[in-house]
């Protein structure tokens, strides 16, 4: 398997990951490694020691930094490319890569394409400097366009929509290279990671209410049950009863008048939690996460982005996996995949992949729920 490669920005690099189509044997070092060179193998086996030196670890970006600045980027690219590059990246754009896509499914192993790069946004962020000098007018539309949240250390907006113009050339390339394998998307590059941590925050503890309020442990809430644990969590009023009159009818998708945990927690919006944590009687650790209404629209930019990358992908009959990332943020990633796949997943194949992380104890039941769902909705 080639991992996923540092991120340098040179250029767009190209990594692939193998998808093995036969079980391997890795015991059988003959086998495993007869496509590969003397030198192949001694070059891996040396990257990998010096990977496996913790001070060069640790300080790598500011080595490579330091370096580039100091030396030049094309003095560096001739040491870090014939060595780190090239163990772990297939290359720096389509033509490039395709040698090694097509060496690995000669040898019966498919391609999942990353793109390890970050959106070059300098020439951006000059521009963006420069308008500072443009009429006041103009500049309340650009901020308009590229709000920022109000208290997070990420770049910006317009990264983010940067970072999506990168995944529409992965699922370029794909389509061009290697038509059967996946490009991976990684949602923490189209929006503030921070708000995904607060977004999952507030599904986990809104997953813990739903079983609060299930006091007779049935794992499900008619209607009439649901009103009477509304009114010991929530303010009643006129429009908190529309709300959950609403919100019942939208989560029994099964139509058997009542709701279960699954239900409950996958269909939930930003919007959703914002509205219920308005309304909490306690402003606890639910109340707490839950986001503003600046921040559920950033929420809704990112998931924005998603449905743009996907919906390329459904026109260009590629595949698309979202990559799983810090397990604090998996509840909210889980939510806006489901979401994609509800919608893009209903014809004669998949087109939106999950990944679930295996090693963690909960994955095997949240891979059960996302397999009941979709045998429940038809996806």
């Known amino acids: 398997m080639i991992t996923t490669a540092k991120r340098i920005r040179f250029s767009q690099l190209c ?17 495993s490694y007869s496509g590969l060179s ?25 080595l490579l930094s330091t370096s580039r600045r100091v030396f030049g980027d094309a003095f560096v690219k001739t040491f870090v490319h014939p060595t780190f590059f090239a163990h772990f990246c297939a290359g720096e754009g389509e033509e490039s890569i395709k040698p090694t896509v097509k060496w690995l499914n000669e040898n019966g192993v498919g391609a999942i394409l990353d793109y390890a790069a970050e959106a070059d946004m300098e020439e951006e962020a000059a521009r963006v400097e420069e308008d500072k000098s443009i009429p006041e007018g103009n500049q309340a539309a650009i901020d308009k366009e590229y709000p920022s949240a109000r208290v997070y250390e990420y770049k910006d907006e317009m990264y983010c929509d940067a970072n999506a113009e990168i995944f529409y050339s992965a699922i370029h390339a794909v389509k061009n290279v290697t038509p059967e ?9 189209l929006g503030n990671p921070q708000l995904l941590e607060r977004m999952s925050s507030s599904l986990v503890e809104i997953r813990a209410l739903f079983h609060r ?4 442990g049935s794992g499900n809430l008619t209607y009439a049950e649901f009103k009477q644990s509304w009114s010991d969590f929530f303010v009643v009023d006129e429009e908190s009863e529309m709300y959950m009159k609403d919100m019942f ?22 919007s959703d939690t914002h509205f219920l944590a308005s309304k909490c009687l306690h402003q606890g650790p639910f109340a707490q996460a839950a986001l503003d209404q600046e921040e559920v629209q950033l929420v809704n930019k990112m998931m924005d982005r998603c449905a743009s990358i996907v919906q390329l992908a459904e026109d260009l009959d590629v595949k698309v996996m979202f990559d799983a990332e810090h397990s604090y943020f998996q509840p ?14 209903t014809g004669s194949s998949a087109r939106v992949y999950n990944t679930f992380q295996m ?9 059960e729920r996302s397999i009941l769902l979709s045998e429940r909705e038809g996806w």
């Open 15 to 31: 990594n692939v990951r193998s998808l093995s189509t036969r079980t391997p044997d890795f015991k059988n070092t003959e086998t």
């Open 332 to 345: 909210a990633i889980h939510n806006i995949v489901l979401d994609l796949q509800r919608e893009y997943n």
């Open 38 to 62: 003397t030198f192949q193998l001694a070059r891996g086996w040396c990257v990998l020691k010096i990977c496996g030196f913790n001070p060069i670890v640790k300080n790598a970006e500011f």
């Open 359 to 367: 090693y963690l104890n909960s994955s095997e039941r949240e891979l």
């Open 249 to 270: 009818s939208k989560f029994d998708k099964s139509g058997d008048g009542t709701i279960d945990s699954i239900e409950w927690t996958t269909h939930l919006k930003a």
């Open 181 to 189: 394998g996946f490009a991976a998307i990684k949602i923490t590059a």
């Open 213 to 216: 309020m299930d006091v007779d």
